[in-house]
């Protein structure tokens, strides 16, 4: 089983979430941690192999929790969000920005 190791803007963001959409997003990401994967997490696209997105919808909002599985040996929660975006299911290219410099960060100082 992995550790699951947060960077701290992510882990902030991720408390400011409904307590019942924490709660499954945690378990989603304990699966993840054992290996397996939760039917609520599919693959980022364009963010190379290992890069994981919970996606869950809680009221009428949706909720994101981007990790990663292959930086070091750690599971690292890289993102929190709430998905804002009027442009269907795409994540906004902000978040995207955001999911890639801390990946890079994440692979200089912690992989």
């Not at 696209?45 to 994981?52: D, M």
Request: glycine share 6%; hydrophobic share 40%; charged share 30%.
């Amino acid at each position: 089983m992995r550790v699951i190791s947060w960077v701290k803007a992510a882990q902030k963001d991720f408390e400011t979430f409904p307590l019942e959409a924490r709660q499954k997003m945690i378990r989603a990401l304990k699966i993840a941690a054992e290996g397996h994967k939760a039917d609520v997490v599919k693959p980022m696209k364009g963010l190379g192999s290992g890069v994981y997105e919970i996606v869950l919808r809680h009221e009428s909002s949706a909720y994101r929790v981007v990790y990663a599985v292959q930086i070091g040996n750690d599971l690292w929660v890289i993102h929190a969000f709430q998905k804002k975006s009027k442009r269907g299911i795409a994540t906004p290219k902000h978040d995207i920005d955001v999911i890639k410099n801390r990946i890079q960060w994440l692979k200089e100082y912690r992989g």
